[in-house]
C-alpha cells in the first residue's frame, strides 16, 4: 500500500490522482515525489521558495543525495510513501510542529530509492493571516527552535559523514526558517527574547558548519547583519519591502 498525506485546506491538482497512479505502477520505490505549486489565501498562484530539480525526466536517487544537493523535500504532501517502508524503519510523527519538517529529515537519510517525478500534483495554499495567532505562534516557535536540538542529538549519534552533512544542511535551513520568519520578532516581543539570545552559539556554530551553503557574499552579509543586531536586520527588510511595492 502507499500513503499520501492532503491537508483538507489544499487542493489537489487536475489528472493528479491519474498521474500518481501511472507512475507508481510502473516501478516499486519506497518514496515518490512529484512538485507543487503555492497559493495565497485567495487562491492567487504565489513564486516558490522551494528548490525543486530541474529535471524535466523522473529520475531515481537516495534521500541523502538529495539533500546534499539542496533539494527542497519537504512539505510532506510532495510526496506518495510505500507504507511497508515506513513501517519497516520505525517512521512516526512525534509532538513538533510543523510534524513534517521535522519526520522528512529522518525519512530521507534513510531512504535508498526516491523517484523524483517533475509533475505537479499538489496546491499549497499559505494563510498568512492565520501565523500570527499569539498562542499558535508561541507553540509553533518554540518548536522549530527544539527542531534543532532534535538536530543535534541525531547527528550525535550517527557515525556516517554524508548522512552527517546532509543533517547539518536540514538544521541550516530549520535555522533560515526561523530567523528570516515574521513570528519570530513577535515571539520575543511578547515572549520569550531570552530564549533566542542563549542560543547564539548553536547559531553560530551551525553557520560554520554551513559555510558553504551560503552561496554569495549577499547572503553571508545578510547572516552576519542578523547575528550581529536582530532589530536593525529586521527594519531593513521592511525598508527594503515597502521601496519594492512603492
Known amino acids: 500500500g502507499r500513503l499520501w498525506f492532503v491537508d483538507a485546506d489544499d487542493e489537489i ?11 507508481i505502477s510502473l516501478v516499486c520505490k519506497e518514496v515518490f515525489m512529484f512538485r507543487m505549486e503555492d497559493y495565497d489565501e485567495n487562491g492567487n498562484k504565489v513564486e516558490s521558495t522551494r528548490s525543486y530539480c530541474k529535471e524535466l525526466e ?6 541523502v543525495n538529495l539533500i546534499l544537493n539542496h533539494l527542497s523535500y519537504s512539505p510532506v504532501q510532495m510526496c506518495i510513501f510505500k507504507r511497508q517502508f515506513l513501517i519497516d524503519k520505525g517512521l512516526h510523527f512525534v509532538e ?22 517533475p509533475v505537479v500534483i499538489y496546491h499549497f495554499y499559505h494563510h498568512y493571516d492565520s501565523k500570527h495567532k499569539s498562542k499558535y505562534t508561541v507553540w509553533r ?24 552533512k ?5 538544521q541550516f535551513r530549520q535555522l533560515k526558517h526561523i530567523l528570516h520568519n515574521p513570528e519570530l520578532e513577535d515571539f520575543k516581543r511578547n515572549y ?32 552576519l547583519l542578523w ?4 532589530m536593525l536586520y529586521k527594519k531593513l527588510q521592511c525598508r527594503v519591502k515597502y521601496s519594492k511595492k512603492k
Not at 518554540?142 to 534543532?148: F, K, S, T, V, Y
Not at 548553536?202 to 552579509?221: A, G, V, W
Open 13 to 23: 491538482a487536475d489528472g493528479a490522482v491519474d498521474t500518481i497512479l501511472e507512475n
Open 58 to 63: 523522473p529520475f531515481d536517487c537516495d534521500g
Open 96 to 117: 513538533l510542529a510543523p510534524h513534517d519538517l521535522e519526520i522528512m529529515p529522518r525519512l530521507m537519510i534513510q531512504a535508498n530509492d526516491v523517484r523524483l517525478i
Open 141 to 164: 516557535t518554540e518548536n522549530h527552535l527544539a527542531m534543532l536540538d532534535e538536530y543535534d542529538e541525531m547527528i550525535m549519534h550517527i557515525d556516517d559523514e554524508r548522512i552527517c
Open 166 to 170: 546532509a543533517l547539518y544542511i536540514t
Open 192 to 223: 520569550k527574547k531570552w530564549e533566542i539570545e542563549k542560543r547564539k552559539p548553536q547559531i553560530r556554530r551551525i553557520l560554520k558548519k554551513n559555510i558553504s551553503s551560503i552561496r554569495s557574499f549577499k547572503e553571508l552579509f545578510i547572516w
Open 227 to 230: 547575528y550581529i543586531s536582530p
